[in-house]
């Protein structure tokens, strides 16, 4: 078997790009991947075109051993964009491999452990923020509105939700990122405190005393306003706070400082990033990017993060074709705290990969096809592509 072409597609999901990757066979077979991230998407694929030299005309079944010469050529570049664009091809590969020994992925890594997974309903409010119209869903215009939808949150069944800082309103607005010093001061001004507790109490109100609740501050504070918000949200029936933060030991004292979980680590890549948290036992939870980091690597980070007695939480806010992989990996690891899916989503979202994923007592089932067990649909992809120089969805929310 030969790989005859690679081809890739930036898909247009709303508020953010998707970027899949196809790897294709003279056998016929074609592989797919997922390398999603909202910031480079161009810079991501124009990667991949970059590594096809390396690839065309290879056998792509002895994925490591593909893996491994394009980690070499990017060694230069570590992380980042080239992780990204690498990830999508070894996902691809892994896909191609299975399709070709009628297999699902998980099989060629022993699984599955499992047999279902629970999942938490990510960015809940957050999108809703964004893009209520193009969901097709009710705005954020008041802490009511939070309330009802922590109510539908378990009245779909889901045991966990995850949200933003989320300022109702009209319009309503995030809290993080943007522009300015402000931004990069990372700090929390009381109003902001205060709103934290009132969104958080809003939406336990709604969800009940059977729905975990975590909060995603992601790179927006430093560690001393960090812990002024882990501290509020003790009162809370936390699943977790989430923070990102590139020193171990300034993860260690937001730890230290309060008694909710803290989870982090779905900036970083293979072993040698996550290895110092786990050093300075700076999470309670490990979030690994799989689009990011590739099938293999994840799974040897997950089986590090073992090894420290702790969890992963694949992070996936993508489209069905990630959170099959993210589903296929908890499959084959014995340390899983609970898989993030994005609830709320462009309308095509389902289309784009064959169908919609179903729900069961806010879990999933890991699925059994060959490969990943769907497929993109190419057609679809090539309905909605982002457009080159829209840049990242989140500079126009920004401003
Ligand atoms: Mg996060």
Known sequence: MQITEIETFVVDAGWRPWQFVAVRTDQGITGYGECSDGRNPYGIVGT???????????????????????????????????????????????????????VPVYELFGGPIRERQRVYWSHCGTSRVRSHELIGVPPIDSYEALTRLGEEVASRGFTALKTNIVIPGEPARTYGGGFGAGATDQDVPVEILRHIERQLAALSDGAGPDVEIALDLNFHFKPEAAVKICRI?????????????????????????????????????????????????????????????????????????????????????????????????????????????????????????????????????????PGWGLELDEDVARAHVWEPGRGPGFVARSR
């Open 233 to 369: 949200a003790e009162q809370f029936q936390m699943l977790w706070v989430e923070i990102d933060m590139y020193d171990a030991s300034a993860l260690r004292q937001v730890s230290d400082g309060t008694t909710v979980p803290i989870t982090s680590g779905e900036n970083l890549y293979g072993l040698r990033d996550y290895r110092p948290y786990f050093e300075a036992r700076s999470m309670d939870n490990v979030m690994v990017d799989i689009p990011w980091n590739g099938f293999s690597r994840s799974r040897d980070v997950a089986l590090l993060a073992e090894s420290y007695e702790l969890n992963i939480a694949p992070h996936n806010y993508y489209s069905h074709m990630s959170t099959h992989i993210a589903l296929h990996l908890c499959a084959t690891v014995p340390n899983v705290r609970i898989l993030e899916i994005d609830i709320d989503d462009v309308p095509w979202k389902d289309e784009l990969t064959g169908g919609a994923l179903e729900f069961e007592a806010g879990e999933l089932a890991i699925p059994t096809g």
């Open 48 to 102: 991949v075109t970059d590594l096809k030299p390396l690839l065309l005309g290879r056998d792509p079944r002895p994925v490591e051993a593909l893996y491994w010469d394009m980690y070499r050529v990017t060694r230069q570049s570590p992380g980042g964009i080239a992780a990204k664009a690498i990830a999508g091809i070894e996902l691809a590969l892994w896909d191609l491999k299975a399709k070709a020994l009628g």
